[in-house]
Nanobody
Framework: QVQLVESGGGFLQPGGSLRLSCAAS????????MGWYRQAPGKERDMVAT???????TYANSVKGRFTVSRDNAKNTVYLQMNSLKPEDTAVYYC???????????????WGQGTQVTVSS
């Protein structure tokens, strides 16, 4: 099994910045893609940003130029730097990882518990 623990959420005013972190732990053999998704009240969970093990990145159009995803493979950690935050960025942010774990060596998808980000004046 693989566990994902997020940190860094909070309440801030529009235009502010915030950095989310997500650390993976457990019986990890290899982590492929990692990323961030978010879910606002009454809406579906949407992709925000993903990063492959080799470093290639994808972003939702709504966050391009404002958010940056990165990862530290040695620490099994993915980050999301969020700048120029807007009220519409308010959501619960979830970490996601596609990982292979011992002893099954099967590729599975894992989710963190979520961290709240609220942007409001």
């Amino acid at each position: 099994q693989v566990q994902l623990v997020e940190s860094g959420g909070g309440f801030l005013q529009p235009g502010g910045s915030l950095r989310l972190s997500c650390a993976a732990s457990g019986n990890i053999y290899r982590i492929n893609a990692m990323g961030w998704y978010r879910q606002a009240p009454g809406k579906e969970r949407d992709m925000v940003a993903t990063i492959a093990s080799g470093g290639s990145k994808t972003y939702a159009n709504s966050v391009k130029g404002r958010f940056t995803v990165s990862r530290d493979n040695a620490k099994n950690t993915v980050y999301l730097q969020m700048n120029s935050l807007k009220p519409e960025d308010t959501a619960v942010y979830y970490c996601n990882a596609a990982a292979i774990a011992y002893p099954t060596y099967l590729l599975n998808e894992y989710w963190g518990q979520g961290t709240q980000v609220t942007v409001s004046s």
